[in-house]
């Protein structure tokens, strides 16, 4: 075997690539990282890229916090690895469930891990299902959660992201339904106030779960703020006009937390943001600040208690990865929380939040945006061909990939999503870095804007 020689081209060859537009990379080549330096990446080339996603909007700490590479050490000399089946678990899974049962919005809770926020999902409905069986309901199977929503890739939880790319894999499953996306802007009908536009999906839910029968359904699962859809907030008084509806029915709702937890929407969890509680929380990457892979499942005390019951009844629960409450992803996670919530990243999230929208707001003046909406650290840019018909430019020109790819070309890494451009930085942006940010993506409006217009 001959091996290629270029970084780029030894990726290629032996790599394959997920979530990823190979023409872009025929075309431009991998960016192969090789080290980090608070918000910035570096390639190797000696590129450096002011990285405005946060990785894979995990890597809230930055690159290089020593505190947290040296929890990780600190955790490998004492224990490695350990499983948490049996009856054994490691004193550091001990200390992240009370810690993660004290920082939820519960007073009491229990507390369950994977490997992934997919995971996460995945196992929250194997619970419901466990629960409902036990509880006489072996009926109640059904998933509802919203078109744009992205809840992970496992067979199940890809049946739960609304997203038509899920089509070829013959997904989603059976008993998976998707609601209209809370998106006002775009989904909004001519006329229709946002308050209307709210009672509309609120009577969309009830109708749907009337037709399928309450006694059907598992469960109701929300990202707080739609993520890889696109960050889209939801509508003004929307959880509080589907929630009741849920409640009514006695449908159990679970907020996906993977993004909005630990302070990405300027609060602890975005179900605070947005003023409701549900049920259980899920959480995965800004958990352990993307230094370590893992996901958790918070339940409240009611979850708890009827979770609790139904293993009472057969002794055990049946359910667990090798690697759930790995004690050094609990060694990280207690630091990274730690970090998030005492070091002042939550605050200077906070504090800059109000600096990131006006930059938002000025950066959408352009006759090209047609929308810029976020919360906290999550923001993003719809491009349009016309602002006032919100007519959007033709897929075949991929105007969002070609503004990031620009802003590649500047060392500022951003996402393209649909036609819209991400920002989700880590916590620790300084102000000058948020300069940075919105200087480079200028550029790349103007350039891009001109090409097509
Ligand atoms: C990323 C994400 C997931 C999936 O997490 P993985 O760790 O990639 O499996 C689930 N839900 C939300 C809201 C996410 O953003």
Redesign the pocket.
Known sequence: MTKPQSWEARAEEFSLYGFTDMPSVHERGTVVVTHGEGPYIFDTNGKRYLDANSG??NMVAGFDHAGMAEAAKAQYDRLPGYHAFFGRMSDQTVMLSEKLVEVSPYDRGRVFYTN????A?DTMVKILWFLHGSEGNPQKRKILTRWNA????TAV?ASMTGKPYNEVFGLPLPGFIHLTCPHYWRFGKDGETEEEFVARLAQELDDTIQREGADTIAGFFA?PVM??GGVIPPAKGYFQAVIPVLKKHGIPVIS?E??CGFGRTGNTWGCQTYGFTPDAI?S??NLTAGYF?M?AIILGPELADRVEAAVEKIEEFPHGFTASGHPVGCAIALKAIDVVMNEGLAENVKRLAPRFEAGMKRLAENPNIGEYRGVGFMWALEAVKDKATKEPFPASLSVSERIANSCTDHGLICRPLGQSIVLCPPFIMTEAQMDEMFEKLEEALKKVFAEVA
């Open positions: 894979l909007w992934s926020g997919s995971e999902n992205y809840h992970g890739v939880s990202e993520g890889a996906d993977v993004i899920i995965s990457k892979p996901g």
